[in-house]
């Protein structure tokens, strides 16, 4: 019954729903207002004024670079808000939720020990590269930090959390999952302080380099601030039992 | 002519702070008396002092701060007011004095005097009101705070009756603020100071809507029937409250309220024009007589009090709603005739309870060989109800009969009449009671209440008697009314 | 400083505070209270830099990384973002609350993590408010509302995980009506600032546009808990940490509403519909929120669960207010948005009080509180005859704004509405007073007990000050407010 | 009309993943499946967004050696992107949610949680 009236109701909401889609701009037109707002300066500008090849990083890091900004702070807001489930609660729970279980943990076969291991340098390598490549070629922080996330969890899941988290020193670890947000905050700063606008780049065109460096900067923090904040999420959800 | 001052706005300030200090430095019984009875002096000082100024037309006004862009919150001693005013304050000191007596064996009275006081300090401000608005808030203001003291008993019986108090009094509160919002959205003010300021091109039947709605709300705390349910209810609270506040203070705000709304708001000339102005005249004429008829059941001394207030507050009504001059002056002076009587009699009816314990009048058969004193006063309050010359409540009749002949409506003064011989029937059997029909076989000793409780009541009589024979007491003259009469129709 | 980077600032250091409460807060959030204390005091120290410069000069933007609009992001300061004060009050307040009731209440693991979310909650909810660009909002909208899921659980009860699901699944399905509408408005304008999406709006297809109005409306509705789409409100925010409950019921559901200004800064500028049908069926349900939600609100016990009922009777009042789209009206809605706000804090924070003091939170267990604990049951029920609109406090002048709206838009039987629905609402704020003052107490060690610590007793009179403050220098608000109201009305050409 | 839909069946597929989402979200009683009935509408919303910035016979939109014109609009690219990363966080909290439901109810099925209550 419930089911009934639900996919009745649903189909009733579709119809103006799709009354409103065949009113839209035809797809794929070169003459929608989207195409020809604000699309066309990106692509022909975005380059040079602001810095990357890849115009999607342009907008992503430079035009609209305070979404991201309000982005990466989404991914530290899930961080917390994992946290704020899961860590340990009252008494009687904290069995369950962050002490290891009774059991312990099934052995790994050798191969596949082996296996990670041969693997992840590469993996990190590519990692690195998706990272720093993302102002020229798709990729960027984002992608490069779930790849080296990957990663963190692979090799927890094969070799132990206690490998895995020798790549973030307890001492720095909290530092490593506010990256992504410190680095907007100090670039963002940084060009207010020297441009008189947050997140403003050196608009000289001579200084191209710059704008491509601070894009670099931006993705590494990115990188490094996704692949922590993945990595914790997993091991907090119990991950490493 | 008016005069920037800052007496109108110091008078229920001083009631305000005095709420303050009692509930800070209450508990001490000393400081609790120091204050409440200091600030009903000073507060009686200060409103006396403008008293000389208003005879002379000065106007006393006092602009605090504005709520809204437009409408502030703003303090006005014209005439009205002050009579309003002189009448609480005087009263409030006496009953400071009874309370003190009377609440001697009671609990929480940091509590009571805290909001006794809170009490007297809004009804101040209901007479000063400059706006509407300010009315309307010390209006509500005052509801809220009552409700403490009528619920002081904190019986099951006393919070039933609270709440019916406050069902009754929130809806209407919710009347006037409706009232008030079309009320500025009408005339785009909200102002007291003139005499109406509506007009008629906003069309006949709406204006109607909005008296019915107005004298709804105000009428609520002034018990027209059929909104008089709170009141004979809230008769659990103690005495001193239901003296001041039942008998002065909030059924007094509602009649002062209603004063405002026919003289203020809309004016004489624009009533003229609306017949619903006759209806709130037949409306009170059976407020009058029928809450007599209820009286005469009552066997509780202080319900039947307070179906005679439902009855007496009507005078003041239909004193407004003949239009005339001298229903007005009648209507004006009888805010203060009905004050002294009823509240002689509450003091009287609370005087008994404390002394003999008697709450019922079929028990209080010979009682004024036991309370002489107490039953004197008793008695001058019962003849001025009645209406017998040379006491408080024949002024009023007087001219309300006179009233009533202005107008041409000449039924009213049958009205008085029935009114008369309606009081008669249940004022008198007590007096009977009390004098005439000593139990047989006991001895009656006299037993007296305490200074506290009699001295105040006395001096309740003494201005009765004095109401009645010179129209007007030390600090209340009669001419006061008259000028709020004058002014009002722009004579 | 310049205005742009005061507006810069407004967000960015309660953000940079935010990430770096785990790192400075310490193992156990030892100095996270410290630490997220002093980061409020800064912002509101900013915010109030910022209503003085919007009421000096009007309003103002930031262009974020230098670009113009529409080609950047713009930060727009109007009149409607002047709540980035309540925000930061209500913020600061809330904190230096939580110190002894969250280390009470709250497993004590969780405490760094409690300040992280509260300050992300903020950021989210200054951010929501300022932003000038339509995706923007949607991020900080997220921001919010994630924190805001979480912190709801954060207690760890088993009925706190459950609402605050109920909470996330409602929540995000909001998001999602709100994301799809920005797509189509994109679509339409190809642009996601809102002054411009506004200019550019005009002419275009209507049926689209309408259903991106009908989809903003409904996706911000939730999220302020209109009925009938409040089922979420009354679980989350009654089982909620007291602090928390203040922010999601005095903050979090007025971004809803403050959202749907945006809404008609966009259409009543940009004309392309006619809205008078949807504010019919705002003014409507406003109505029937505030019935609702007073209805319910008198079969409840617990104590916070009755505040959180009487939130959507609130927020009824707001929407009616909206939706009569008379100037008195929307002044009167703006207002309350703030009024409220102090008035549900207030609230909020002394059941919090009473119930962090005595351990209680049922309104029959709770009697006689009122002898133990005269501060914090005063603040209430000054708290409490706010809320009802009783003069002279902050309800009051909301009320008779928005009635006086409903009177001046030609639908006085919507005024006659809100004024008897506020009888109602006292209904069951008069069983709260009378428990506390007037009942014999059913737990006689509750006389015992002792008045609040101060920095739980200091926020709560604060905010009870403020009720009566505002009430009796409502102009000042009110007059704030009103060149904004009547760009947005004069933009409607009318 | 009809010609008009086929032109923007994008755009219909969205609405119809959109519907197929809500569906599950109301209907389902497993907790997790809800949720996954969530990220079905996101992608549905998401994968309308980014039809909107295609354009016949477009280019990723990387300038370099051999770029050629027409490029596809960026915006909605760049949108999506923070989109998605919103929709994973919300779907970590949710099943931190549901893990925890878990642990204390020993049940994630909605109807079974109701009686609990």
Known sequence: ?241 | MEVTDIRPILAPAISFACTGLVFLMGRSTFWRRFWSLGAATAKLVVVMSMLPGTLKGTVYVFKLLDFTPGIGLGFRADALGMFFAVVSSTLWLITTIYAIGYMKPEHAKVRFFGFFALCVSTTIGIAFAENLLTLFLFYETLTICTYPLVIHEETPEAMKAGRKYLTYTLIGGAFVLLGSIVTYQMAGTLTLSKPGILSLSSGVGPLTWLFIALVAGFGVKAAIMPLHGWLPSAMVAPTPVSALLHAVAVVKAGAFGLLRVIYNVYGVELLKNLPVINWLAYLAAFTILAGSFIAIYQDNFKRRLAYSTVSQLSYIILGAALLTPYGATAAIAHIANQAFAKITMFFVAGSIQRTTGKTQIHELAGIGYRMPFTMAAYTVAALSFIGVPLFAGFVTKWYLSLGALQSGQWWFVLVMVASSLLNAAYWLPIIYLAWFKAPPGTRLELHEASPTLLLPTLLCAVYVILLGLTTQVPGLPFSLAQAAVKFVFGM | MTPSSLLVGIIVVPLAGAVLTPVIGGKAGKHAWTWATTVMVATSVIAAALVNQVARTGPFSAYLGGWERPYGIELRFDEFSASVAVICLLGLLAIVFSQKYAAKELPPARLGTYYTLLLLNLTGMLGFVVTGDLFNLFVFMEILSLSGYALVAISGERTAEMAAFKYLVMGAVSSLLVLFAIGLLYALTGSLNMADISDRLTGSAEVPAMLALALLTTGFMVKAALFPLHVWLPDAHAIAPSPVSAILSGLVVKTGLLGMIRVYQIYYGAKVLDLSSLNTVLVWLGAISIVMGAFFAIFQEDIKMMLAYSTISNIGYIVMGLGLASQYGIIGATVHIFNHALIKATLFLGAGALIYQTGYRNLSDLRGVGRSMPFTTAAISVGAISIVGMPPTAGFLCKWYIALGAVQAGHPVFGVALVFGALFIFVYYIRMVNSFYFQAPIHPEILEVKEAPLTMLAPVLILAALCLAMGLLGRIPLSFIEPAVTRLLGTLGG | MIVHLWQNIDYVASVVLFCIGLYCVITKNNLIKKFIGLNIMETSVFAFIVALGVVDGGDAPIMGAGARAPFTNPIPQALILTGIVVAVSTTALALSLVIRIYQHCGTIEADELREME
Request: glycine share 10%; aromatic share 10%.
């Open chain 1, 1 to 241: 019954m419930k089911r009934a009236l639900t996919a009745a109701f649903l189909v009733l909401v579709s119809l103006p729903l799709l009354y409103a889609m065949s009113q839209l701009p035809q797809h794929g037109s070169a003459t929608s207002p989207a195409y020809t707002h604000i699309a066309p300066r990106y692509l022909e500008r975005g380059p040079e004024e602001a810095g990357a090849e890849n115009v999607v990083t342009d907008v992503i890091l430079n035009y609209r670079g305070f979404d991201t900004n309000g982005e990466v702070t989404v991914i530290f807001t899930s961080l917390a808000a994992v946290f704020a489930v899961l860590l340990a609660g009252r008494e009687g729970d904290e069995r369950s939720a962050s002490e290891p279980r009774a059991r312990t943990t099934p052995e790994v076969s050798p191969v596949a020990s082996f296996v990670v291991r041969l693997l992840s340098p590469f993996v990190a390598i590519f990692a690195v590269y998706v990272v720093m490549n993302g102002h020229i070629s798709p990729g960027g922080g984002f992608q490069g930090g779930t790849v080296f996330g990957a990663l963190l969890i692979l090799a927890t899941v094969v070799l132990g959390k206690a490998t895995a988290e020798k790549l973030q020193p307890a001492r720095i670890r909290g530092l490593l999952q506010a990256a992504a947000p410190l680095t907007f905050i100090a670039v963002g700063v940084a060009g207010l302080i020297m441009f008189g606008d947050y997140l403003a780049f050196p608009k000289a065109a001579a200084l191209a380099w710059v704008r491509t460096l601070w894009l670099i900067v931006i993705e590494i923090g990115i990188g490094v601030g996704g692949a922590s904040i993945i990595s914790a999420i997993f091991w907090q959800m119990g991950g490493d039992r």
